[in-house]
């Protein structure tokens, strides 16, 4: 188990900040590419186009690591309010893509059921 401090390092370099690395947006595209349909396929190809309309790399990156920490926030807030009956929140990522309200686990097409 980490610590508080462990916990907010952690989740500062590899969720927040991962984003900003050169090759982020290329990971992505490359991942949607290999596995079109699979969840948030349809990321790539937007990636791809907001480049090709003018759009930089560095601005797209920005504007990821701020909806990475919003989201961050968010997911830590619940946990107080509402919070959980059950104080088990070690593997609720395991159903994250099985709650998505669309029904279809972040494929593409469900940001259109939104």
């Known amino acids: 188990m980490a610590t508080r ?4 390092e952690h989740l500062w370099k590899e969720v ?7 090759d982020a947006l290329d990971n992505i595209v490359k991942h949607c590419k290999r596995n079109p349909d699979g969840p948030f ?4 190809a937007a990636i791809e186009r907001l480049l090709a309309a003018g759009a930089s790399g560095r601005d797209l990156r920005l504007v990821l690591r701020n909806i990475a920490y919003e989201a ?3 997911t830590l807030y619940a946990f107080s ?5 059950e104080d088990d929140v070690s593997t609720l990522y395991e159903e994250l893509l099985m ?9 593409p097409g469900s940001a259109d059921a939104v």
């Not at 709650?99 to 494929?107: F, I, K």
């Open 5 to 8: 401090e462990e916990l907010l």
């Open 16 to 22: 927040i900040n991962a984003v900003m690395r050169d």
């Open 41 to 44: 396929g349809d990321t790539g």
């Open 72 to 74: 961050t926030f968010g």
């Open 81 to 85: 309010d509402p919070g959980l009956e």
């Open 99 to 107: 709650a998505d309200p669309s029904g279809m686990e972040g494929r």
